[in-house]
């Protein structure tokens, strides 16, 4: 059963910009540490971001520090993820995924996982 929705993806040009967002569904994640990672069609997933429960621990990426944000809204039970200046190796399918404790970047360390949604960067 998916228990993160996530919302946010499309269509967009190169240097433009979208934002994520991941919700729960059927219980609150306010107090976990919350992930995002990428599957790019022929690739493995890869991290992208994390944040522990508080905001105060925060990890990237190399491929995307200095150009995406991860953030959370404890009081919405909401993370987000701010994409600039994205590029057509940033495409793919965007996963929220939420796990009780330290924050991670390994996706095998993450419980519950949304369904994905589709960035598209055309060039």
């Known amino acids: 059963q998916v228990q993160l929705v996530e919302s946010g993806g499309g269509l967009v040009q190169a240097g433009g910009s979208l934002r994520l967002s991941c919700a729960p569904s059927?219980?609150?994640?306010?107090?976990?540490?919350m992930g995002w990672f990428r599957q790019a069609p022929g690739k493995e997933r890869e991290f992208v971001a994390a944040?522990?429960?508080?905001?105060?621990?925060?990890y990237y990426a190399d491929s995307v520090k200095g150009r995406f944000t991860i953030s959370r809204d404890n009081a919405k039970d909401t993370v987000y993820l701010q994409m600039n200046s994205l590029q057509p190796e940033d495409a793919g399918v965007y996963y929220c995924?939420?796990?009780?404790?330290?924050?991670?970047?390994?996706?095998?360390?993450?419980?519950?996982w949304g369904q994905g949604t589709q960035v598209t960067v055309s060039s």
């Open positions: 995924a939420a796990d009780y404790g330290r924050a991670r970047i390994r996706s095998d360390e993450y419980a519950y």
């Open positions: 059927g219980r609150t994640f306010s107090s976990y540490s």
């Open positions: 944040i522990n429960w508080s905001g105060v621990t925060i």
